[in-house]
């Protein structure tokens, strides 16, 4: 199976995932649902895990196509950062569902009334989430300069000197990374946040990115783009 028809197939059972998801009980008032919070939270991780895995294969046979990453829209790929999404964006995802509802539940907080969602984050968790926030940069900055550097090398790649083969195994080698630091960030939050916010996490982030793809699938149709 071309990697182009394995996204297609990951994709529409991520869809399902978000569906059992959205059906899950919020608030978790009981073990019953929690327990099936944490089951439906594996699930989604072990998806996640599965897509990278079977990204880098596809990234040691043809690391170029991967870049050019002809199953995604033009405003997809325009989003991009090193094949991908960029990790920070999940920080900012948090936050900013997190005032959404913290706003709208301004009212029964004042009340002395808790949701747990992610309207409900504690001092401890909002501290913990800058310190990933700043972790994530660092690690984001770091392997940015490495691809410029591979890139500051394409005179040589152009001219055909050195090792052709190398420079291909030193971006896998580059992109890996920022795969192994986007699944690192989806790992960290799971684990900071609890289930019931970790789920709607999952749901926030899947939206955005349904919403991203649906918006760029009708860009290229409107200029007449495959």
């Not at 297609?8 to 059972?13: L, P, V």
Request: charged share 25%; with cysteine.
């Amino acid at each position: 199976m071309s990697f182009q028809r394995f996204y297609q197939t990951w994709f529409d059972q991520l869809k399902e995932m978000v569906h059992q998801l959205n059906q899950a009980p919020k608030p978790a008032t009981s073990d019953q649902h929690r327990e099936l919070h944490q089951l439906l939270l594996q699930n989604v991780v072990s998806h996640y895990y599965e897509y990278y895995r079977v990204k880098s294969l596809a990234a040691k046979n043809d690391i170029l196509s991967i870049f050019a990453a002809p199953w995604f829209t033009s405003l997809e790929r325009s989003l991009h950062w090193i094949a991908g999404w960029r990790p920070t964006t999940a920080f900012h995802l948090i936050y900013t569902e997190s005032s959404i509802l913290f706003e709208s539940h301004i009212t029964d907080i004042l009340r002395g009334l808790r949701y747990g969602d992610l309207g409900d984050l504690s001092p401890d968790q909002l501290r913990r989430v800058s310190e990933l926030q700043c972790e994530a940069v660092r690690e984001e900055n770091a392997i940015s300069d490495e691809l410029s550097g591979w890139q500051d090398d394409a005179s040589e790649i152009i001219g055909l000197m050195g090792d052709i083969n190398a420079k291909m195994e030193r971006l896998v080698e580059i992109l890996e990374k920022a795969d192994k630091l986007r699944m690192k960030t989806i790992e960290n939050l799971v684990e900071l946040l609890t289930p019931q916010q970790a789920v709607e996490f999952f749901i926030s982030s899947a939206h955005l990115q349904f919403g991203i793809r649906r918006w760029g699938i009708n860009h290229d149709r409107q200029r007449g783009n495959p």
